[in-house]
């Protein structure tokens, strides 16, 4: 251990915990580690840590506790009964949640006299401890600042502001990003797939069109924020018809073609609105105004 790292708490000892207190362990800070199942703690007391018996003693150990459980429930469950000890703490809450939930918890940690930062962690555990990795934190600037030097152990920390439900909607957004970008690679690697083209053969000209897509963001993120959209790349209605030879392809070869039905449906609100010469960006219009809403 290195007498200049800050000593840490890792409160849950799953795939994610582990991972985190591993990194913190890696790079010489003094931790301390709890986990329900108290077996999940022995390889990292082996690398140096030390387990506490109980979350009481945990949490007196250090000046910062990381919790990293399943959910809310489980972090309550937890922390609950000992939140009197979380007193002149700082508590970073890892757990996966939603914002209103990041709000009470923040305001649950100050009623007890404890510091708040709310965390959203951007890789999976193999990726913890990799600088290059997101690790995205909401709460006060100042408690941010004076802790990042511990938290860069984990990855590349990425203050949002002081709103501690940011992480979270921040979480929440990139993640819907990741699930849409996976599962439209998914299902061009289904089509080609049903011409014996192997996914590993088509991955690398997806790589490089996400590459191209990229820069389609950084063109139409300012349409986005002006409210305005001109058609002057290619047009809503030039992309519903090029939808329409996706799910012509996809059916031919026998595969599902829920999702471009659904994106094409997007398509036709837009156009329906009036952006049928726009540009892409302005489907954010309809996404803006579901249907029930309008
Ligand atoms: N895995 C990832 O790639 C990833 C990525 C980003 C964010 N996260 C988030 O990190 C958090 C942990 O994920 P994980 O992958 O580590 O999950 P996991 O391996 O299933 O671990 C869950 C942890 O929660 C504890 N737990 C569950 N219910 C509990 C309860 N009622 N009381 C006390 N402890 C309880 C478990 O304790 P026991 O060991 O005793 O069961 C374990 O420590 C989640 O919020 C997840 O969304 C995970």
Redesign the pocket.
């Known amino acids: 251990m290195n007498a200049d790292r800050q000593a840490v708490t890792v409160v849950?000892?799953?795939?994610?915990?582990s991972a985190l207190a591993g990194a913190l362990l890696d790079r010489g800070h003094p931790t301390t580690v709890w986990?329900?199942?108290a077996g999940?703690a022995r390889p990292l007391v082996d690398r140096g840590a030390r387990a506490a018996a109980a979350p009481r003693e945990a949490i007196e150990a250090s000046p910062v506790v990381i919790a990293?459980?399943?959910?809310y429930?489980?972090l309550h469950?937890?922390l609950d009964p000992v939140a009197g000890s979380l007193a002149g703490k700082v508590l970073v809450n890892?757990?996966?949640g939603s914002p209103e939930q990041a709000h009470e918890a923040a305001a649950w940690a100050r009623s007890h006299g404890a510091d708040y930062l709310d965390g959203?962690?951007m890789?999976?555990?193999p990726g913890v401890g990799d600088h290059g990795m997101m690790f995205l934190y909401s709460g006060p600037h100042a408690v941010f600042e004076a802790h990042r030097p511990t938290l860069a152990a984990l990855g590349d920390p990425l203050h949002l502001g002081a709103d501690p439900g940011l992480a979270s909607l921040y979480d929440s957004a990139l993640l819907g990003l990741m699930w849409a970008a996976m599962t439209g690679w998914l299902h061009g690697a289904a089509l080609v797939g049903a011409e014996k083209v192997p996914a590993a053969d088509f991955t690398p000209l997806a790589i490089r069109w996400l590459t191209t897509v990229t820069g389609f963001l950084t063109t139409y993120a300012p349409q986005v924020d002006a409210g305005r959209y001109p058609g002057d790349d290619a047009t809503v209605d030039v992309q519903i018809a090029a939808i329409d030879h996706l799910l012509h392809a996809a059916k031919a070869r026998g595969v599902d073609n829920a999702l471009p039905e659904l994106l094409k449906s997007v398509m036709e609100s837009a156009k329906a609105a009036g952006h049928g010469p726009d540009s892409y960006a302005s489907v954010i219009e309809v996404l803006r105004k579901p249907v029930e809403a309008r």
């Open positions: 849950g000892l799953g795939s994610m915990g986990n329900r199942s999940k990293c459980v399943l959910d429930a489980a469950t937890v890892l757990t996966s959203a962690i890789t999976t555990p």
